[in-house]
């Protein structure tokens, strides 16, 4: 049975885990570090959602219809959280510390429902119903 995209998307999902960890750390130093780890949160998140949104979930919805649905709530999901990501910017922007701590603990909230769904139900369909295809959507997502 065929994992590569449960596997690497998942691991992807950590990555941008890690990014945001990393945003929440930057926030407590005296350096405003926050401004350099906002950007690679955003950068990371971005380049996930695209991946999904333009490669993935268009492939899955083709020949799996059962998935639409469900793709739909992703997307919508995605939706959510960008806002939240381009607030976060401006939140270094005006050095609130308060409010990037604040946007960063709701965006952890949503990223971890999302990610849990998108694991546990829509890659492991990817892997099933894409077999020929999914090596190859593993590749790009690896490809950072
Ligand atoms: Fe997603
Ligand atoms: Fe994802």
Avoid at 55 to 77: D, G, H, K, R, T
Avoid at 95 to 103: Q, T, V, Y
């Amino acid at each position: 049975m065929i994992t590569a995209i449960t596997d690497t998307f998942t691991d992807d999902h950590h990555r941008c885990d890690r990014l945001l960890a990393a945003a929440e750390a930057s926030a407590g130093g005296s350096d405003w570090s926050a401004i350099g780890a906002a950007a690679a949160l955003a950068t990371a998140m971005e380049r996930h959602f695209t991946l999904e949104e333009d490669i993935v979930f268009p492939a899955l919805a083709q020949v799996f219809f059962v998935a639409e649905n469900p793709i739909e709530i992703m997307c919508s999901e995605h939706a959510q959280m960008r806002p939240l990501v381009a607030d976060l910017g401006e939140a270094v922007g005006a050095r609130d510390k308060s409010a990037f701590l604040g946007i960063l603990e709701t965006l952890h909230f949503l990223v971890q429902q999302h990610n849990y769904n998108e694991e546990g139900i829509i890659y492991p369909m990817a892997d099933g119903a894409l077999p020929e295809r999914a090596v190859e959507m593993a590749a790009m997502i690896s490809d950072v």
